[in-house]
Structure formats: structure tokens, C-alpha cells
């Protein structure tokens, strides 16, 4: 376990195309979950570093060195702050089990592809069409759909996957020609320090990307700005109605990835072993605090207690401790709040007739950090608390169903509609299965998300996509542009 945060301002918000002190005295100690000890404090913003950091990025865009720049020139700065964050990956890696959990190998082996969405959203600024010539039926002699930057953008991003959520807002932002206020969360805010680290190594041009810490009354002071043109937002589904009430009140624009509570359904073909190893193998990572976690089993009646079974045995071999252990399988969860919340769904459904199969306290050896066994349940109830709200942690729900017609209703009989996953060897099923899942990404015989597609939730999931030509558009607005002749640029 590492003690030191490789932070170098961590006292400090970057505003400006430079390292500020903030305006008021307020302070945020990080937790490292694995320990409880205070692993950095960091600077707490109030709403006057908000505005501060809002004029900045406005600026930036309207007459800064960013306004008119050409997407050529977005891109080189998109491969730069790739590079950048390359040459950081260690750190990278390091900040993240300190802050949220994750075991230190996976955060290893991740760490490499925190650049990937800066480099592929240069290519797909160079490739995509900013200004289009359409026929059009006004009288005038040439129509265009041209396609310009939204303005001023409000990113806020959540602990579990600081680096990944970032980089699928900022990039696409800056590539469509925006500038950005990026507010990291106060558990997980060394990733957010760390790019802005990379963006003043490499000059990244005054008030591109102003990266502050804040908690909910800052970042509500970002929302209601009216100077923020749009808001981006992944979070919880009861945080995106609040966004999305205030920017709708005054018409500004909003995309947000929140909650899930995703579904695997085993159809009657597939092995139940061969699945519930595919499905424990995945609920473990980050300690099941990823949105896209399938954490709904939907399998036939007759197989149920085959299937919890074999989710058991699996789970029964996680080992669970210090994320820097190179042993562990499994560390904390993020903080005592999240795994207070975590033990009281499964103390609820202990006491509602689920049938708890495995897990479901702390690990016995670790009588300090935010530890829960991975834990399963078999025999629940589809409308009860466990498998209807997003627990957001290493527990596993296995529902019965009568037939294929029937899992897939209690698949989408749900608010959420994030992701899902249908397990059987006939891939024409798979496909009929998945155009009737209301939801965003079904993957076949596993967790599968492609953020080089698109990805994002229907009803209570969110509203947009994020990654990929999809993950773009959200940060244009279209115009109509009509002319009585053809400018020099467009002469044949």
C-alpha cells in the first residue's frame, strides 16, 4: 500500500491555464478505503472558485485562444494530452486503489487505455463532416448544415472510474471545440488533478480545461450557471433528475450515463456453470461498483438453484484485502458511507425471504477498511428493494423465470435500462433477445461495453451516448445556413 498521493497541487484548483489558490479556507480529506487513513487533502471549492473557473472557460471560448481554432489544431492538443497522460500512467495507476479501491493490478492494467479517447476522438474530429451541403427547397442557391460547439461545458464525473469518465467528456468536448469546467468528486479527485497536471505541461491554451474539487452545493452553483451551455453527468439517477430539472428550467443543454441494474439472462441452452464463472469473474471487479455490473440473474426455474450454486462456489474463491496485495481479488469498497448502504440492502433482503447463498458481512481477517464479501442471493423476489434499486456493490440477485418471454420481461421491467447481457450458443437468439431488451448495450455470454460505439442508458439510465461519432454530437449544435451563391471555399 502506497502512503504518498503524486499530486503536486493538491491544495490548489487549476483555473485559467493556471495553479489558484482557492477562495475560501474549505478543505476535503480522501479516505483510502483500504485503511481509513487520510490519504491527501485536497482544496474545497465554493461557489465563487465555480465562477471563477465558469468566466475562465467562457472566455476561453468566446474570444480566448480556443475561439475559431480549426479542428486540426483540436487534434494535435488531443494527442498531446494522450501523450501526456501516457507518460502518467504509473500515477494514474497508484491514485486510483488509494482512492476508490480498485485492486492496484487491474488498475495497472487499465491504466495504458485512460488515453485511448483523447487519440481516437482526434481521429474522429479529422474524419467527421463539421459542415454539410444538402439540397434545399428555401430558394436559395446552396443549404448547409453546419455543425459548431455547444459552448461552455460543465463535467461532472463520479469516484468509481475518475479517469475513464473524464476522458469520454473532455475529449469529445474539446474535439467539437468547446471548452470545459471539469468538477471532480471530493472521494476521487486525483485523476481530475492529474490531467490538469498534463494540460499545464503541455500548454494547453488558457481556460480550455479548468479543473476543480467541490461537493454537491459548488457543483449545484455549476448547473444553475447560466453561462454553462451544457451540463455532462455521470451519477446517480435521483443527482440526473435534479441536473436535468434546473437546466431544463432554463433550456440549457444536458447529457448524463447514470444508474443501472443490469440483467443477464441464461437461456436454456447455455451451461449454468460456464455462465455463473463468466458473471462472478466480472461482479468482483472494482468491487461491483461499475453501473453496467450484471447484477440481475434471470435463469429458468428449473436451473435456479443450479445457478446459485454455482455463483457460490465462485464468489466462495474471491479473496478479498489490500488492493496492493498482488493475492486480492477484490478490495474495499469506496467509502464507509457506500458500504454501510451495501450492507443494508443485504440485510434487508436477509429479512424479506431471499435466501442468502454466500457472503453478505465483512471478511472476517480485515476488522479495518470498507470490506464486504462478495455475496450472493437466490429465490428473490423481482419486485422487491434487492433487485429493483442499484446497490452499487459486489451482491448478486438470481431471479426465476418461467420461459425466454418471461426473462425478458422481468429483464425490462425495470426503470433502469443501461445495460444487459443474454447467454446462449444460438447467436440468433442472442440477436432476437437483444432487440427486445430496453436497453442501451446487450452483450452476448458476457459483460460487454464498447465505448468506441456508444454507450449509455435508456428511461432512468440517462440521456445521450457517450464514446464513438455519438458521443460527439452531444457537444454541437446544428445550423441551417441558406445562400444565394456559392462561397469561395465550396467553388468546385
Known sequence: MTSHAPIRHPDRFYIGGEWVAPLGSGTIDVVRPADEEVYMTVADAGEADIARAV????????TGPWAGIGVAERAHWLRKLADGIDARANDFATVWPNEMGIVHRMAEAMAPGFAFSYRSYARIAERFAFVEEHPTVSGAE??????EPVGVVGAIVPWNAPAML?????????????????????????????????????GLPAGVLNVLTAGREASEALVRDERVDKITFTGSSVAGRNIAATMGARMGRYTMELGGKSAAIILDDYDVATAAEAIAKRACDMTG???????????SDDRHDAMVDALAASFATVVVGDPFDAATRMGPLATAR??????????????????LATGGRRPPHLDRGFYLEPTVFGNVDPTSKLAREEVFGPVLSVIRARDERHAVALANDSVFGLN????????????????????????HNGMKVDYTIAFGGFKQSGVGREGGVEGLKPYLESKTVLL?????????
Open 55 to 62: 468566466t475562465a472557460a467562457r472566455a476561453a471560448f468566446d
Open 420 to 443: 444487459n447481457a443474454v447467454f446462449t450458443n444460438d447467436v440468433d437468439r442472442a440477436y432476437q433477445v437483444a432487440r427486445a431488451l430496453r436497453s442501451g448495450t446487450v452483450g
Open 166 to 202: 473524464i476522458a469520454v467528456k473532455v475529449a469529445p468536448a474539446l474535439a467539437a471545440g468547446c471548452t470545459v469546467v471539469l468538477k471532480a468528486s471530493p472521494e476521487a479527485p486525483g485523476h481530475a488533478l492529474l490531467l490538469a497536471e498534463v494540460a499545464d505541461e503541455i
Open 484 to 492: 444565394r451563391g456559392r462561397p469561395a471555399e465550396f467553388a468546385a
Open 338 to 355: 457506500q458500504r454501510d448502504i451495501v450492507q443494508g440492502y443485504i440485510d434487508e433482503a436477509a429479512s424479506s425471504g431471499a435466501v
Open 289 to 299: 461498483q461499475v453501473c453496467a455490473a450484471l447484477t440481475r440473474v434471470i435463469v
Open 142 to 147: 446552396m443549404g448547409l448544415l453546419v455543425r
